[in-house]
């Protein structure tokens, strides 16, 4: 049995960036963070200083039920906390490993090579990438470049085929266009060899339900979304997302273009392991060095270059 299927802490961390409140001073719109007691801002201290004690608690194997898969196993190796109300920094801690595990079964790593937590690890934002194509894209309704129920048709032609052409912009947003949870097959399959067979096959996706009919949590229409934004910009989604994620400070939040592996990866050490996605998933997984870290670990974000990228508009 495959106990440990996610290895690394990824659960509570929101979104990755520098705890230094000066930072974000670029932006300078009078709404810069800063460290305070909770006190100050109305909140009660203790259940804030309990939460450090009980989420490090859980890095103890015991018989969490379905949570520790009915056996004597840690919920988590460890992670990195922040809370803040109105503008303000009331706890900050790291907890734990952000390094603990050899492989998929839950062997420790030798001492020397488990790697503690930090204010500053960097974990993998998975499906909260989903909120920055929001904001870029709402970025694009507030310029006038993009309507909230204008088709997707409209600008982006090629996706009228299977039934899409009533689609619009609201819908990929509230995920009610009709897709299904992801692409089939994977786009990491060997039958897209290129990029551009990639994004064509998202593109021309069929449907599981009729258009604005039903909700479903589907992964495609945030990738027609970074098609949308590539094709009406002209620009890589990545830049777009750095555009307003520079503003607020947030250096430690990117993208890793073009997937780069191991230490040449700059942030590699600074990252937390993700996961043995070979060893838990099967050979059916995107052959890559395991476990995946300081790369995307999603099967469909990984084969476009570790995100969203069109590479016939990439200036670099
Ligand atoms: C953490 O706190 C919750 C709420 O008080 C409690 O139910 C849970 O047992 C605690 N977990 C551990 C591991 O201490
Ligand atoms: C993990 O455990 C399974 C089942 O016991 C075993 O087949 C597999 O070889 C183990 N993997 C490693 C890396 O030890
Ligand atoms: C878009 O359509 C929705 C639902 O039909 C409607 O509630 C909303 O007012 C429309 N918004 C705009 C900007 O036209
Ligand atoms: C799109 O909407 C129009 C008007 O409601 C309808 O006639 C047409 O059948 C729809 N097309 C598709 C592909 O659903």
Redesign the pocket.
């Known amino acids: 049995m495959r106990l440990f299927s996610i290895v690394a802490s990824t659960s509570l961390v929101l979104i990755q960036t520098t705890a230094n409140p000066t930072a974000a001073k670029s932006a300078n719109h009078g709404n810069i963070l800063s460290y305070s007691t909770p006190e100050s801002v109305g909140m009660d201290p203790l259940p804030l200083q309990q939460m450090i004690a009980n989420l490090t608690a859980y890095t103890t194997p015991a018989d969490y039920g379905r949570f520790s898969f009915d056996a004597i196993n840690p919920i988590e190796p460890g992670g990195t906390v922040l809370v803040g109300h109105k503008n303000t920094i009331v706890s900050a801690f790291a907890f734990g490993k952000k390094n603990l595990y050899a492989d998929a079964n839950g062997t420790l790593l030798p001492p020397h090579l488990q790697e503690a937590a930090d204010l500053d690890t960097i974990y993998d934002l998975a499906s909260l990438t989903k909120m920055y194509i929001t904001v870029a894209t709402l970025r694009e309704i507030d310029s006038g470049t993009l ?3 204008e088709t997707v048709t409209r600008y982006v032609p090629e996706f009228a085929v299977n039934g899409k052409s009533n689609i ?1 912009i ?1 819908m990929l947003l509230t995920h009610t266009s009709g897709f299904a949870s992801d692409p089939v097959p994977s786009l990491f399959s060997e039958i897209y060899p290129t990029y551009e067979e990639k994004i064509k096959a998202i593109v021309t996706q069929g449907l599981t339900n009729p258009p604005g009919s039903k909700f479903r949590y589907s992964d495609l229409n945030f990738m027609s979304l970074m098609v949308i934004l590539e094709r009406i910009t002209n620009r890589p989604l990545d830049q777009l997302v750095a555009e307003f994620t520079s503003l607020l400070g947030m250096q430690n939040t990117f993208f890793n273009r073009g997937n780069v592996e191991g230490p040449k990866n700059p942030f590699y050490w600074q990252s937390a392991p993700q996961e043995f996605q070979i060893e838990v998933l099967g050979d059916g997984e995107p052959q890559r060095p395991q476990p995946v870290r300081g790369s995307v670990h999603d099967e469909n974000a990984w084969p476009l270059n570790g995100q969203a990228i069109d590479r016939t508009s990439d200036p670099r």
């Open positions: 309507q909230l129920n619009t609201l």
